[in-house]
């Protein structure tokens, strides 16, 4: 028995077109995907926080640490640099680049004036002290 098809020129066209399109790399340089969220590490200890946050790409100048009593922000920027050629063409790119910024809240206050921070292969440390509890004052009453 013989199989009868239809033939139809335009699926022929469709199906490469799609192929191409999810086979190839493609490059659209106004697509700017989010970055990704600062995963962070806090461990108390008796005397205060050890902080460990990943940091990749980003450069010790362009990160900024703030302490507001109990709570720490981190920002960060990864600066993109141009490092195509002359006569070279970018292909494909899947680093992401821009801004980043995480909050977070501890349990007790901070000494921000004994804060230490550190920065080594892409993680920050951040040694943060606890804020002496201030001594309660019993009042007379007359």
Not at 36 to 44: G, I, T
Not at 77 to 98: P, Q
Request: charged share 30%.
């Amino acid at each position: 028995m013989a199989n009868i098809t239809r033939f139809e020129p335009l699926n022929d066209l469709v199906d490469d077109l799609f192929k191409g399109f999810f086979v190839r790399p493609m490059v659209y340089e106004g697509a700017q995907t989010a970055l990704p969220r600062v995963k962070v590490d806090v461990v108390e200890s008796n005397g205060g926080y050890l902080v460990h946050a990943e940091l990749p790409g980003v450069k010790k100048e362009d990160i900024h640490v703030s302490i507001d009593g109990a709570q720490v922000t981190l920002a960060g920027e990864v600066k993109r640099e141009k490092d195509v050629k002359e006569g070279e063409r970018l292909i494909h790119t899947e680093r992401t680049y821009g801004k980043v910024e995480r909050s977070f809240t501890l349990p007790q206050e901070i000494d921000d004036a004994k804060a230490e921070a550190k920065f080594a292969d892409g993680v920050l440390e951040l040694k943060l002290p606890k804020k002496a509890a201030a001594a309660r004052k019993s009042v007379t009453i007359q």
